[in-house]
């Protein structure tokens, strides 16, 4: 943690414990006295409400785990009726489940795009950059796994899809992605086998998710929090203790973020889901048009842009791939956007570029749109879109950095926020 | 405790290796279990040939059929299909390759070398791309643009033959090791 720990143990218990175990000092240091920049905003406060997602995830996961029948075919039974009609409000415990999934997305995508609009990967938070990469992509394998448990349509041929994207690799060796298709199902297709790996999978997976933002947490309370100035904390008066100060602001936003999750859970709890999940999984009809969730259909829609099985698989996983490099793209000496008048505008084309993709990858493959009169396919313009994701990290990125000139930067965040009051 | 460096090596720096060694292999050893245990089992790879009953297909008719937790397609083709099929030069198909386990795996994509008999074509109905189902073509309600299978998923386009013409799909449609045991019953696998 930055800065020796000011814990003072205020009883003989207390005292006896720090020097055993210095748990209670290492929760005094990191959630109460630790510095925290005066000027987060409301986007920093995502940090807090994904740890409350990621909590919610595990606890209504474990009870419904209890109810669930990993088996080809009691599951849909198991959940459809189970869960959602018998089980003492099980559809309650569901539903905060499945939107919570939402929820978790929602709340990682608005965290993510603060992190790149600030320029909060840039050097010394490379690795708390790199290890937030790691837990998105465990987030999406996750929801992955648990979107196959209900055992539905779009649960039985999305596993297909998502599982077949290893078959790509015969086209590098031949057999090898059959051979990896195979001991992933555990058959010659997706089946009973590997629902019950599945199943396995996604109980395993959010604890391993846990584990890696203990990493994160950590990686942060190194440097500390950036923030929307993108400067560097320069002493005391820069910070503001993180509580009470940002311990109520994040309680706050937590709330609101709260009264949105409970409005879908009870009013609209199928809004983000497909209404194909709730015909049982039939491995002999592909429904005419399969979509995942939403929270991948950017990346679907790019897969879907490249008329090649294997470069199709490629560019999808290069998408994620890319960000792991961000830190070292991104050339500029000023770290957040507010001082960067050119790449401010490219950021937010990129953020279009994301809903673009979004949308078109919730279209079938051969839809288009009239513009002016012209018939324009939108695999075209996923393809423009996708080109558009890469040149945004590989070419945009780079130069920009070189040629841009930065605003002058504030002198200090005190300064900025207190103005003459700083001095 | 001393070290000394020696240029030759001692008996101590052999058991650190062989030991070493041992190790490693007994943890790949080891680890093998865990990894082959996600295999289909072996009541799963017992699964065996099925056979079917194809006296009722009707001519441009497409049965399908499970095998193996796949889809089976049984298309009887019409004379008009046949020849469309025929008519196709390899060096339009993106897929040179018969993909028939019926014959040797460098057979060429032919029509002939895709079916025992012209009118049946029986095929693994799974789109070679990510595994979806395509959809057959009919005169009254027509898939893609040659006359086989569109695969809605990602938009791969089937012939006749069902070979691959367009889209993102990389092999043929595969034909599944079979015979005919009469005129009217196959048996597959």
């Not at chain 1, 779009?154 to 059959?178: E, R």
């Amino acid at each position: 943690m930055s800065g020796p720990s000011t814990y003072v143990p205020k009883s003989g218990i207390a005292r006896w414990i720090d020097t055993r175990l210095p748990l209670p000092r290492l929760m005094h240091d990191t959630m109460m006295t630790f510095p925290t920049p005066r000027n987060l905003n409301i986007w920093y406060t995502f940090g807090g409400i994904l740890t409350f997602c990621l909590g919610v995830q595990i606890v209504t996961g474990i009870v419904l785990a209890m109810h669930f029948v990993p088996n080809a075919n009691m599951a849909f039974d198991s959940v459809e009726n189970g869960i959602m009609r018998d089980v003492n409000y099980g559809w309650l415990l569901r539903y905060i489940h499945s939107t919570g999934a939402s929820m978790f997305f929602i709340a990682v995508y608005v965290h993510i795009f603060r992190g790149l609009y600030y320029g909060s990967y840039k050097a010394p938070r490379e690795l708390l950059w790199i290890l937030g990469v790691v837990i998105y992509i465990l987030m999406m394998a996750t929801a992955f796994f648990g979107y196959v448990l209900p055992w539905g349509q779009m649960s039985f041929w999305g596993a297909t899809v998502i599982t077949n994207f290893f078959s790509a690799l015969d086209q590098i060796i031949p057999h090898l992605g059959t051979a990896i298709s195979t001991w992933l199902w555990g058959g010659f297709a997706v089946g009973d086998a590997t629902l019950n790996r599945f199943f396995s999978l996604h109980y395993l997976l959010p604890f391993i998710i846990a584990g890696v933002v203990g990493l994160h947490i950590w990686a942060l309370h190194v440097p500390g929090n950036n923030n929307p100035l993108g400067i560097d904390v320069k002493g005391p008066q820069d910070t503001v203790p993180f509580h009470p100060y940002y311990t109520a602001k994040d309680a706050f936003y937590l709330c609101l973020f709260v009264l949105l999750f409970a409005g879908l859970v009870f009013y609209a709890p199928n809004l983000l889901s497909n209404p194909d999940n709730y015909t049982p999984a039939n491995p002999l009809v592909t429904p005419p048009d399969i979509v995942p969730e939403w929270y991948l259909l950017p990346f679907y829609a790019m897969l879907r842009s490249v008329p090649q099985k294997l470069i199709g698989v490629l560019v999808l996983a290069g998408s994620l791939l890319t960000l792991v490099f961000i830190p070292w793209l991104d050339t500029s000496k000023a770290r957040s956007c507010r001082f960067r008048p050119l790449m401010k505008q490219f950021f937010w084309l990129f953020a279009a570029d994301c809903v673009l993709l979004g949308y078109i990858g919730a279209q079938s493959a051969d839809a288009s749109w009239t513009l002016g009169g012209v018939n324009v396919p939108l695999v075209w313009l996923a393809r423009l879109g996708t080109l558009y994701y890469y040149g945004f990290f590989w070419a945009i990125m780079p130069l920009l950095g070189i040629f841009e000139t930065p605003k002058p930067l504030p002198d200090s965040i005190a300064k900025s926020v207190l103005g003459a009051a700083a001095e | 405790m001393a070290t000394t460096t020696s240029p030759e090596p001692t008996r101590r720096d052999f058991l650190y290796i062989a030991t070493g060694t041992v190790a490693a292999v007994g943890a790949a050893l080891a680890a093998w279990p865990f990894i082959d245990q996600m295999n289909p089992t072996s009541a799963v790879l017992a699964l065996a040939s099925i056979e079917a009953d194809i006296s009722q297909v009707a001519l441009g008719q497409q049965v399908v059929f499970s095998w193996r937790g796949h889809p089976l397609f049984v298309r009887r083709r019409t004379p008009k299909e046949i020849a469309e099929a025929r008519a196709v030069s390899l060096a339009d198909l993106p897929d040179p390759v018969a993909r028939n386990a019926n014959l040797p795996d460098d057979a060429p994509a032919t029509d002939a070398n895709r079916e025992i008999k012209p009118e049946w074509l029986v095929l693994v109905g799974v789109c070679t791309h990510l595994g979806c189902i395509p959809t057959v073509s009919t005169p009254q309600s027509p898939q893609g643009d040659y006359g086989g299978w569109l695969c809605h998923c990602h938009g791969s386009q089937y012939d006749t033959a069902g070979r691959i013409r367009k889209g993102p799909a990389p092999q043929n449609l595969a034909v599944p090791p079979y015979s005919f045991l009469s005129p009217t019953r196959l048996k597959i696998g």
